[in-house]
């Protein structure tokens, strides 16, 4: 089977039937979950180029669409809201796992609402890890803001992916969060990238950025997560 072969799938959350995409790897060693960010749902390219990129290293991903993006509403669901639609889809990928390791990703929001939900399961969480495809930190211009109080009841190895220009996580301040969080977390920066993982003067897709830092986190998962 080829590490582009992607079959249309459902999960259930509550009462709730979303879409998702399954993305076969041809030997799988671990499945990963991947949730989209705030303003862009699962089909997005960049998304893609991940799914791509993680399958050809030997994990299957499942791609989910949050019920907002379903409804096309612009406005994110509330909490518990995403944390359901989170939940269900690890369940999801648990079953079809077939006893392989599990891993959470996402972009941004996507990312930043499974790290919430692994601090409130604890050891609970199904997840062996987490990746985080461009953390927002903070909002833009609010470095006074910060995401991170969650982060230290996180009870699984973590890996950042981060634009050294990203507008969302200052490089020292994020930096300083993962140097505070001790040996489970991981900070991977991309030279000259923004939070869309845009290089300036760089002429790259999105497809390919997403597949350039899939390799990195495909590369996490094999060296610290099934190790």
Known sequence: ??????????????????????????????VCALAHGAGAGMT????QGVADGLASSGISVLR?????MEAKR??????????EAWGAAL??????????????????????????????????????????????????????HLRDAHLPEVQRPMLFIQGTRDALARRDLMEATVRQLGPQAHLHFVDGADHSFHVAGVKRNDRDAGRDVALVAASFVRGSLLA
């Open 64 to 68: 989910f669409n949050f019920p907002y």
């Open 44 to 47: 997005h390219p960049f998304l």
């Open 91 to 144: 369940s999801h990928v648990v079953l079809r796992a077939r006893g392989l390791p599990v891993v959470a990703a996402g972009k941004s929001f996507g990312g930043r609402m499974a790290s919430v939900l692994a601090a409130r399961q604890g050891d609970e969480f199904p997840g062996r890890g987490l990746v985080f495809f461009g953390y927002p930190l903070h909002p833009p211009g609010k470095v006074g």
């Open 1 to 30: 089977m080829s590490p582009l072969d992607t079959e249309p799938t459902n999960i259930v959350a509550g009462a709730r039937r979303l879409t998702a995409l399954w993305t076969h790897a041809p030997v799988p060693v671990a």
């Open 74 to 83: 612009r406005v994110p669901d509330s909490t518990a809201v995403i944390l």
